[in-house]
């Protein structure tokens, strides 16, 4: 099934309610090959071209879940959502970049899915329709499952607050080259509310928010001035992130502090020092 509009697609799901989505098939067309996956029928949606685009709305960006993440990467882009952009510019080879798409990447929901960070770090939503009609679903509720999509229904549009400040995404990946990320950080600045969101990627199911320490440091910017911090703040910061999203396997007993503690020792430092940089650049 090549459905032509939104509108067909969510019809198309409807008379065929074992049919699965498919946009790039990166992630899906693994799972079929690798015979984890047996659809019924697939339900192409590349020639969906209003989930291709962006538009403005209300001071938010309302972009299509089929943009991909080689579309995300250009500079016109970058200049609305840079975080976004850099995330996209870093998902695997060019040739996934090319077809993957950021719908995919979010229902996929993979702990390493690299705009998933920064889709919580920027309080997005995302229009879910379905016969119904639509509803609008914080990105960290259906990641979480507190909202999840339900049967026949399209994820369709990401809503993005824009903020027109410093935005940062870093990834650290396991080699050199396109990996999948071991940590990543995305930190935004939101200046109209004196605030510093920052989300924690890949350490866990979903991405995590380290909410003590975006007060904390909101606290120490000069928000008026320069919008600097003092060196050490950006240090104590990068170590608040860490010990507050990765657990210490050193502290607890048993197995696990000799077996798990080189290794989130490892992570933490590795987060630490991801959200210290981010920081730094936001406010450079
Ligand atoms: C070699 C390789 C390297 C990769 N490296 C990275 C990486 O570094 N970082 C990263 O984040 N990801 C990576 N990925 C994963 C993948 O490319 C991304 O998750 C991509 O964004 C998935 O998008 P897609 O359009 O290909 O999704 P698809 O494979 O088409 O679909 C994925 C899932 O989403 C569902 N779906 C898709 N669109 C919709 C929609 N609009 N509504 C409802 N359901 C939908 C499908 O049914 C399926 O369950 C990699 C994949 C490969 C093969």
Known sequence: MLPASLDEAVSAMAESPGAVPVAGGTDLMGAV??????????????????????Q?????????????HARMARPDFAALIPALAEAAATVGPPQVRNVGTLGGNIVSAHPAGDTLPVLAALEATVTLVGPEGGREVA??????????????????????PLLHAPQVFLKAGGRTGPSRAVASVSLVLDPARRAV??????????PLRPLEAEQWVAGCIDWD?????????AQAFGEYVASACVPDAGTEGGAARTDAAPTAARLRRTVSVLARRALGRALK
Not at 33 to 54: D, I, K, Q, S
Not at 197 to 206: E, I, S
Not at 225 to 233: A, F, I, L, N, S
Request: aromatic fraction near 4%; glycine fraction near 16%.
């Open 139 to 160: 990105v960290s509720h259906l990641l979480t499952g507190l909202d999840p999509l339900r049967s026949g229904e399209l994820l369709a549009y990401v809503r993005v």
């Open 56 to 68: 403005y709305q209300d001071g938010a960006a309302l972009l299509g879940a089929g943009l991909t």
């Open 197 to 206: 969101r920052c989300a924690v990627g890949a350490v866990a199911p979903v």
């Open 33 to 54: 090959n690798a015979g984890l996956l047996r659809p019924m029928a697939l339900l192409g949606l590349g020639r969906v071209t209003e989930l291709r685009g962006w």
């Open 225 to 233: 001035g320069e919008r600097t911090v003092d060196p050490g703040v």
